[in-house]
């Protein structure tokens, strides 16, 4: 299982981004799909999660203005983030609880490799 992370990049202060997170592979199902954020010297912290569900849940910075949705047929998460701030900038990283691979009774989370979003003032 891979996960991979698309759609980082440079914008001005209120500007929009789109992150997408595709994990490739087969014979798994997906739980919860997440996405954490990461600055230097700083722990990485959750900025949104969707479960199996569709439940959601934001970090409150973000509230508003980031939106995670989630494809299961095409195994993908998105992160619409709208009103950037510069505050936002960061490695932005997909985490997929994975299960059912590489037996059936396993689970484990799996991560993406990062993509940077800069928002400039």
């Known amino acids: 299982v891979q996960l991979q992370a698309s759609g980082g990049g440079l914008v001005q202060a209120g500007g929009s981004l789109r992150l997408s997170c595709v994990a490739y592979?087969?014979?798994?199902?997906?739980?919860?799909m997440a996405w954490y954020r990461q600055v230097p010297g700083k722990q990485r912290e959750l900025v949104a999660s969707i479960t199996s569900d569709f439940v959601r849940s934001y970090a409150d910075s973000v509230k508003g203005r980031f939106t995670i949705s989630r494809d299961n047929p095409k195994k993908t998460a998105n992160l619409q983030m709208n009103s950037l701030k510069p505050e936002d900038t960061a490695v932005y990283y997909c985490?997929?609880?994975?299960?059912?691979?590489?037996?059936?009774?396993?689970?484990?989370?799996?991560w993406g490799q990062g993509t940077q979003v800069t928002v400039s003032s």
């Open positions: 985490n997929f609880e994975i299960a059912g691979w590489p037996a059936p009774e396993d689970e484990f989370n799996a």
């Open positions: 592979g087969n014979r798994f199902s997906i739980n919860t």
